[in-house]
């Protein structure tokens, strides 16, 4: 399950296209594990990494990075954990999040790898050892400064550990309550002693277990905060797991100051300065440039004519591209055909008919090569995009390296990121 979509702004004046380019303040890691070699057949499961996939595929859709793993062994979990502390910065907003098996082990909880061995009682110590702390995450992604951190488990499954002799390695059932940090948010699917369904019956076809199929739905409406979001979880998973019998309350701890919202809604398509006109000009071609301009004004020109064809109609930028594209471009760092830059820009514009791309003042910067004929041209573009009903808009930067021998325009390099939405 998991994983959503990223929005790829482009502003490169007309960059937007094949590779998604993510804000730089939200970073998730998202784990999904239904396979245990170790365990029996009875302790596998079958919507953890469906689970997954679909929450990824939601938070890249609300512009966070996402780290994806499933079926993660214990160093695959560790190393991913490292990957997510990593790209953070002071300030950035962090969110983990993990469908699989747990257990709460002398008042703290560990999420089980996939390679997590078999155990009895009075093992604790080595289940310990073999799994991943609660606590460590939450201490590891602080450490890198991060202002908001949000933990979502559905890890509350029976205790793949329980004893039919009476004995298990740690609780019995779900997971434990812990002392949240400052600044952390934490949701789990299920209360303190509860079980997780992982479905509702043989007869039930939802893909996705019964926690993180509500907990998608909450996270798809704009607007909510986080505890509104946690609220109606818990209210719609404690109904259906009411209806076979079973008693599943979702629970949540906050300890961030403020409201959180991660589904931000788009602005108000009603107000006329907020909504992009379509321009009513033809759109110019960089090659269309005096012959006499330095290499310099050319480069200038060429960026400002970008932009403009960054307005224009899918028909518009596709043709452009072929024009003034080379065969194969380095587009947001993989090398990628000029057929697939067209195909993709005019896939994104046709989304997003309604757009307008501006300069900022004070941020655009040429460096050229006399002896090459090329020059490589940076700088930061305001952005307002929308589909008629739906407007988004922020700021992100600009790069493109590109060639101007023989008089004709030739885009080597295209990369940007977004630096607000």
């Not at 460590?136 to 793949?160: E, F, M, S, T």
């Not at 949701?187 to 277990?209: C, H, K, Q």
């Not at 602005?267 to 009513?280: F, G, M």
Request: glycine fraction near 8%.
């Amino acid at each position: 399950m998991r994983l959503g979509i990223v929005l790829l702004i482009d502003l490169l004046q007309f960059s937007l296209g094949a590779s998604p380019v993510l804000a730089e303040n939200r970073v998730a890691l998202v784990i999904g594990n239904d396979l245990y070699s170790n365990l029996g057949p009875s302790e596998q499961l079958e919507r953890a990494r469906r689970d997954a996939r679909a929450v990824g595929d939601r938070l890249e859709a609300l512009g966070f990075a996402v780290i994806r793993v499933e079926n993660a062994t214990r160093q695959q979990m560790v190393d991913a954990v490292f990957d997510l502390a990593e790209r953070l910065k002071p300030g950035d907003t962090a969110l983990f999040y993990y469908a699989g098996h747990g257990v709460a082990i002398e008042g703290s909880n560990y999420l089980l790898p996939a390679d997590i061995p078999a155990a009895g009682a009075g093992q604790e110590s080595r289940i310990r050892n073999a799994a991943i702390g609660e606590a460590d995450i939450i201490a590891d992604v602080k450490a890198k400064g991060a202002r908001i951190v949000i933990l979502v488990l559905d890890a509350c499954r029976n205790n793949p550990f329980r004893s039919l002799a009476g004995r298990s390695v740690g609780g019995e059932r779900g997971l434990a309550r812990v002392e949240t940090a400052s600044g952390v948010f934490s949701i789990y699917s299920a209360g303190f002693g509860e079980s997780a369904l992982d479905r509702l019956g043989e007869t039930d076809s939802d893909p996705n277990s019964v926690f993180t199929r509500n907990f998608l739905e909450a996270l798809s409406q704009p607007g909510l905060t986080l505890v509104q979001i946690a609220k109606r979880t818990q209210e719609t998973v404690q109904n259906l797991a009411a209806s076979v019998r079973h008693e599943q309350t979702p629970a949540y701890y906050d300890q961030i100051v403020g409201d959180i919202v991660l589904n931000r809604p788009a602005l108000a398509s009603t107000d006329p300065d907020a909504v992009p006109r379509r321009p009513s000009a033809p759109v110019p071609l960089p090659n269309q440039t005096p012959a006499n301009m330095t290499l310099e004004q050319k480069a200038q020109a060429f960026m400002e004519a970008r932009l403009v064809a960054a307005m224009g109609t899918p028909s518009d930028v596709f043709d452009y591209v072929l024009q003034n594209y080379a065969t194969n471009v380095v587009y947001y760092g993989k090398e990628t055909t000029r057929g697939a830059i067209a195909a993709d820009k005019a896939k994104y514009f046709t989304k997003w008919p309604i757009r307008r791309y501006t300069l900022v003042p004070g941020t655009t910067n040429v460096s050229c090569d006399e002896v090459a004929q090329s020059c490589l041209l940076t700088g930061q573009t305001d952005y307002v995009v929308s589909n008629g009903t739906k407007t988004l808009s922020g700021r992100a930067t600009i790069e493109v390296a590109a060639s101007f021998l023989g008089g004709k325009v030739q885009v080597t390099v295209e990369n940007g990121h977004l630096l607000s939405q």
